[in-house]
């Protein structure tokens, strides 16, 4: 009787702490609204990898899906792409985006950019974002950047609806410079 009592309380000790550690270190996330279709449609829930752990070691990336609070409304998480680091210079013209003065090739999104976007650096400690349905997304080209402060945490697995479970994919600097 004492074994099995101490079995029982260690698998619930165990189911506790990877309960905490999954808590800790991910966070589910669910897409509302079009503004990342192709790549990602209303409805569909992600993992996503929270700040404090995806960016331990680096900073957010040119391409990398991030989940934040957007300065303008703190109500609800936004899910977009990140495009420009801090000191970058970004700018949209000719149904294109530029960084650095450099076009980017970017097939996750679902249509080029109908808008333009003045030649604009990036400030520190701030982040360029766009949803990859560009023409309708609320993001950066309407003049407001992401504050680091702000990043949730990194997109990581699309876990719903079964048929599209997968790792979310990255597109660095190097894959998307023409």
């Known amino acids: 009787m004492k074994n099995l009592l101490r079995d029982i309380l260690g698998t619930i000790g165990l189911a506790v702490a990877i309960f905490l550690i999954i808590h800790a270190t ?14 990602f449609h209303d409805g569909e829930r992600l993992l996503v990898v929270k700040s404090r752990l995806a960016y331990a070691f ?23 792409r990140t495009i420009g680091l801090p000191g970058d210079e970004i700018e949209i013209k000719d149904r294109e985006v530029y960084v650095n003065g450099t076009a980017l090739d ?18 520190e400690g701030q982040y360029f974002v766009l949803g990859d349905n560009r023409n309708i ?4 080209h309407n003049s407001w950047v992401v504050p680091r402060k702000n990043i949730i945490g990194k997109a990581w697995l699309l876990i719903w609806p079964p048929e599209y479970w997968g790792p ?7 894959e998307q410079l023409k």
Do not use: A, C, W
């Open 26 to 39: 991910l966070q589910n996330f669910i897409v509302v609204g079009p503004s990342m279709e192709t790549s």
């Open 58 to 80: 680096h900073d957010p990336e040119r391409g990398d899906v991030i989940v934040f609070q957007p300065p303008s409304n703190s109500k609800r998480d936004f899910i977009k």
């Open 106 to 123: 970017e097939p996750y999104i679902n249509d080029s950019p109908s808008y333009t976007y003045p030649l604009t650096e990036v400030p």
């Open 137 to 140: 997304s609320n993001d950066s």
């Open 168 to 174: 979310v994919p990255d597109y660095s600097l190097g």
